[in-house]
């Protein structure tokens, strides 16, 4: 574990075995980060997130809770997931909204799935296994597993495989990756992994 004498991780926070903090990052309270981590300068961790092993949080990359990442997450500079769809600071009286007075959201991001840089990601959504998220996307529907999405909002534009690498058409619902030539097939919208194993369950 490395933790840089800037960063700010919380007492109460764990870190497994080999994770790395960065300057200026800060992990909130009851945050629970996994094994082979990397947080780089400026990442924030809201209190009780909780993220798998080898996840990478980019400088500046806001994850705020309840997100969940599973393993091998990549989250890109700048980039935020957001708790609340209809945020306000005050109630209608004008007083300070506090914990409690309101409800958070979180996002979910599947294991292996990549956020590029400065892309948002609206509360509550859930990006799939392997999905990829364009940089300075807007994530406002659930992202399917291996879906490759940009703009804003964010639409499909193709899938990627496991290896981060746009698939190819190899014939009607077949599909596979240039890289590694692992395959996959479609059906119904639906981009199942390699080696029979059904991504998307
Ligand atoms: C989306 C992405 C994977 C596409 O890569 P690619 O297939 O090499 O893309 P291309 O440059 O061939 O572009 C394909 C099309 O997508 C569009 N496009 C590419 N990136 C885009 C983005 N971020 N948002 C919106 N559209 C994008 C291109 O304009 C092009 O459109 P066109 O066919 O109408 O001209 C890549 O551009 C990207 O955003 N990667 C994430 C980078 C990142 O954030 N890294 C984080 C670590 S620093």
Redesign the pocket.
């Known amino acids: 574990m490395k933790i840089a004498a800037s960063a700010d991780v919380d007492e109460t926070a764990e870190l497994g075995e080999g994770t790395a903090v960065w300057h200026l990052a800060q992990v909130r309270e009851g945050a629970r980060l996994g094994r082979g981590c990397i947080l780089g300068r400026g990442a924030y961790v809201g209190p009780g997130v909780r993220i798998g092993d080898n996840v990478k949080l ?1 400088n500046y990359a806001l994850v705020y809770e309840p997100a969940v990442l599973e393993d091998e997450v990549f989250v ?2 700048a980039a935020v997931l957001t708790n609340d769809v209809f945020p306000r600071s005050t109630d209608v009286d004008g007083a300070l909204k506090r914990d409690g007075d309101w409800q958070a959201d979180g996002v979910v991001v599947r294991r292996g799935a990549s956020v ?2 400065r892309a948002v990601v609206v509360a509550g959504r859930t990006i799939g296994r392997y999905a ?1 998220v ?4 807007v994530v406002t529907r659930d992202v399917p597993d291996f879906a ?1 999405v ?2 804003v909002p964010a639409r499909r ?1 193709g899938w990627v495989g496991r290896a981060g690498v ?1 698939l190819v058409e190899k014939g009607p619902g077949r599909w596979a990756c240039p890289r590694t030539g692992e395959e996959y097939t479609e059906a119904e919208g639906v981009l199942t992994g390699p080696l029979g194993i059904a991504e998307s369950g």
């Open positions: 980019q890109g500079p590029g840089a990829l364009a940089a300075g996307a490759l940009a703009g534009i746009t």
